[in-house]
């Protein structure tokens, strides 16, 4: 994995490389980010997930199948008096949130967000896969960072796999990169050989889609049948 790991490097400054971690698929990596949020958080009374804005539905599915956890929803991400609601009563563990969400493509307040947390002693774990690595810095910000690289990395649609990243710079990183190396499955040797060369074009490939997406945002947003485009960018 040493050199997906290289490629990913550039967009997570402060990490080290190894500390870049690469699963067989987006759904593992979320998952392996609970189970390690659940470990540091758990023994302090924290079994609360709060889901800021819709998700992926197999992300939605885990915070709801995680045993010994409860799992708030909010919809709309821009409601954070409602967040800090449930945060002031102390039991969060985290606040999950993709940025931007599936599929509206609306990104909740990360600065604020991140204050929140602080402010109440939450984690907050940040999911990028609707626009992929290259777009957002999103790591300054989170506790952990995890989301799928089968979308733009695996540009031929031919090998599936997933990424996680702590924050080293934040409280128990240790811990959760820890615990987290221990939940993730990695990628089948196969898989591993056949993703270095399109992970190495990642770049390249999310700048094409993000042109080809706005033309077509602008296309749309013209035609008279079209009441309102939703876009990331």
């Known amino acids: 994995h040493c050199k997906i790991q290289e490629a990913c490097a550039p967009y997570f400054s402060g990490a080290l490389k190894e500390d870049i971690l690469i699963s067989l698929s987006g759904m593992n ?46 919809p709309d991400v821009k409601n954070l008096e409602a967040v800090e609601k449930l945060l002031a009563k102390g039991d969060v563990a985290a606040v999950f949130t993709e940025t931007p969400n599936n599929p509206q493509l609306e990104t909740a307040d990360i600065l604020k967000l991140r204050q929140l947390c602080d402010r109440y002693g939450a984690k907050l774990v940040l999911d990028p896969s609707s626009v992929g690595i290259t777009v957002v810095d999103l790591l ?83 035609h008279p049948a079209i009441l309102k485009v939703r876009t990331a960018d």
Not at 41 to 66: C, H
Request: positive net charge; proline residues 3%; glycine residues 4%.
């Open 140 to 222: 300054p910000h989170a506790d952990i960072v995890c989301c799928s690289l089968t979308k733009y990395a695996a540009s031929r649609g031919d090998v599936m796999a997933g990424l996680l990243v702590v924050n080293p710079a934040r409280a128990d990183a240790s811990a959760l990169l820890r615990v987290a190396r221990e939940e993730l499955e990695p990628l089948h040797e196969l898989d591993a050989k056949e993703f270095v060369e399109q992970i190495s074009k990642i770049g390249e490939v999310s700048e094409r889609l993000s042109k080809n997406a706005r033309a077509l945002a602008q296309r749309l947003s013209n």
């Open 29 to 74: 990596a979320v998952a392996a980010a609970i189970a390690a949020v659940n470990h540091v958080q758990a023994p302090r009374g924290r079994k609360t997930w709060i889901q800021l804005g819709w998700l992926y539905v197999d992300s939605a599915r885990l915070f709801e199948k995680a045993k010994g956890t409860q799992h708030a929803f909010i």
